[in-house]
């Protein structure tokens, strides 16, 4: 991917050394060939980090994804057949070393390709539902509005790093200004059918120099929304070459199929993103007063990525009249969702796990579980608590 391009000052016969990546980071990674030399002369992408995109797939066919919820992946449509069964695609995830052994590797059972895809509308978007969820991996959220379609967008994948050349073996990331519709349209006769809704252009017009490339197809585009959390814009679509000037990529606008791939993925089974940062827990004991004031009891979420739609909060109370109590979760901000009323259950003890639809709260603070005896005569703990996020 990101094809990165010699400074014109670069000796023409150093050229072939020259275009590869040279590694911002060379941390983790055991030297290759690939991270040897060029030195100052390379412009454009430059390694991911372990962990930095965490929700990054590499898809088996030669293609990327992104987490979408931890059972599906979101790519393009034109990185995938047809829709229906399909057991043939294996997703590698959580590692930006294809070879790191610690990888997570799942196969397929079922694409789903954008109905609208090759046709007028546009849409070169697919989702591919995994075997299995995968833990502990948080997922990539899609933008919604197109408020996020401008600015400076970040690319990544293992595609290749010269137009014509090799896939890669570590994880490459770059950042691409956005191009507006028209100047893309215009930009030569490659992008004359340039499907204004469907597709949204970025790359350096005047220089080139940074794009993605062949096999970093279905790879997101994405930026930081207004809470700072990353937030896909993009899929990477196509292009005419790898980072030649006046070329610009060309990337699925998300934001235009947003509600699509949202309702594709319910169908699947997918239920939109899933909790994937946690459980953070609470084993401190703390009584519940008959008929009294509300207490409460807090777990802070750390280490997580950006922001949620759906908690889900294990609940482990000891009573001996559970319809007396009342049950809410306060999210960081203080936004409050009632996860339990009162009601004439006189059953001892509370132990379920609620599922809580939360509107887009930041993942990272302090939640807290809200507990209120509203009924005289029976008493209790909260015996602990957890969130997963
Ligand atoms: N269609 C290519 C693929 O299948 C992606 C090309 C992206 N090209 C570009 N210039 N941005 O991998």
């Known amino acids: 991917m990101l094809l990165t391009k010699i400074l014109r000052s670069a000796v023409l016969s150093a050229m072939t050394a020259a275009l590869v990546i040279v ?18 002369r390379v412009v454009g992408g ?6 930095e995109f965490p929700w990054m797939v590499r898809l088996s066919m030669g ?19 047809s829709t229906g069964n399909n057991t043939t695609i294996t997703a590698t995830v959580g590692v930006v070393d294809l070879q790191d052994t610690s990888a997570t590797k799942v196969k397929s059972t079922y694409v789903h390709r954008s109905p609208t895809y090759g046709t007028s509308t546009g849409g070169d978007w697919a989702l591919i539902k995994l075997a299995t969820p995968i833990t502990g991996v948080p997922t990539l959220p899609i933008t919604t509005t ?16 010269t137009e014509g050349g090799a896939q890669q073996r570590y994880l490459l990331k770059a950042n691409v200004p956005y191009v507006d519709d028209v100047t893309c349209r215009d930009a030569g006769s490659y992008y004359s059918d340039l499907i204004f809704p469907a597709e949204l252009c970025a790359g350096q017009m005047a220089t080139g ?28 679509s196509h292009g005419d070459g790898c ?26 089974g997918g239920g939109g993103p899933t909790p994937t940062c946690g459980p953070f827990t609470n084993n401190t004991d703390v009584s519940i007063p008959d008929r009294g004031a509300a207490v409460t009891s807090s777990v802070t979420a750390t280490g997580c990525t950006g922001s949620t739609s759906s908690a889900q909060v294990a ?32 059953g001892d003890n509370i132990n379920t796990t ?25 008493v209790g703990y909260i015996n602990s608590w957890s969130i997963t996020l």
């Open 243 to 268: 980072a030649r000037p006046s070329a610009p990529g060309v990337y699925t606008q998300v934001s235009t199929f947003a509600s699509a791939i949202a309702a594709a993925a319910a169908n699947l």
């Open 23 to 40: 590694p911002a980071h060379s941390a983790s990674a055991a030297p290759t060939s690939a991270q040897d030399e060029p030195g100052p």
């Open 354 to 378: 609620y599922s809580a639809t939360v509107s887009n709260e930041t993942r990272n603070g302090t939640w807290r579980l809200k507990v209120q005896d509203v009924a005289s005569a029976d």
């Open 315 to 346: 609940v482990n109370i000891v009573h001996t009249y559970r319809g007396d109590l009342v049950i809410d979760l306060l999210a960081p901000d203080g936004s409050s969702y009632r996860l339990k009323n009162s009601g004439s259950d006189s």
């Open 146 to 161: 197109t408020a996020y379609d401008t600015g400076t967008f970040t690319v990544a994948g293992w595609g290749a790093a």
């Open 46 to 51: 430059t390694r991911a980090l372990q962990g």
């Open 63 to 81: 293609c990327g994804g992104a987490m979408y919820t931890n059972q599906l992946v979101l790519t393009a449509a034109h990185c995938v057949g």
């Open 209 to 236: 120099g940074v794009d993605t490339c062949q096999g970093d197809s279905g790879g997101p585009m994405f930026r930081r929304d207004n809470a700072n959390a990353w937030i896909q814009v993009g899929i990477v």
